[in-house]
């Protein structure tokens, strides 16, 4: 039973990263040409990725990041050497998925947001984009969750024996 509920647990964490790639590819695209939330997702359902993606997941991470991207820069801006606007498209996509998901989704662990956003913009950025997305969004999660933060960086337990 357990290792089900591994494998299970694994899928939909494969799911959730497809999710995200997909998502990245539509942010990307509408940074580019904008347009309304419902055209992406309609646009990028038809992906062949689409198949392996959590569909629910990639709605919703487009759906909260188009609507919310000023809210979103505007909360990413103080930890920026230049203005969201400045960004290059796949850091800038990277980083509103990150600040989303920091954010909206308190079920996902920080370091699991970090190290998605990081992988996305290691596969597709440019050379060292991944290590500004790294710093910007650990920034982000010590502010946004500070508690979650502190217990992930806490040194772990003393056996007293």
């Avoid at 392996?52 to 505007?74: K, P, S, T």
């Avoid at 662990?109 to 998605?116: A, K, M, T």
Wanted: net charge positive; hydrophobic share 45%.
């Amino acid at each position: 039973m357990r290792g089900a509920m591994r494998s299970e647990g694994r899928s939909v964490a494969h799911a959730r990263s497809a999710a995200r790639k997909l998502a990245l590819q539509a942010l990307y695209r509408w940074q580019l040409n904008r347009c309304v939330w419902q055209e992406l997702v309609q646009e990028f359902d038809a992906e062949a990725q689409a198949g392996r993606a959590d569909r629910d997941y990639f709605q919703m991470l487009i759906r909260g990041v188009c609507a919310g991207h000023e809210q979103l820069d505007a909360a990413l801006a103080p930890l920026l050497n230049r203005r969201p606007a400045e960004l290059d498209p796949i850091e800038h996509a990277a980083l509103l998925i990150g600040s989303y998901e920091l954010r909206e989704r308190p079920d996902v662990p920080f370091r699991v947001v970090v190290d998605e956003a990081v992988g996305l913009a290691r596969r597709f950025g440019a050379t060292d984009g991944h290590k500004f997305v790294n710093a910007v969004l650990d920034r982000a999660a010590r502010l946004w969750r500070p508690a979650e933060a502190a217990r992930a960086n806490a040194p772990p337990p003393h056996d007293a024996a």
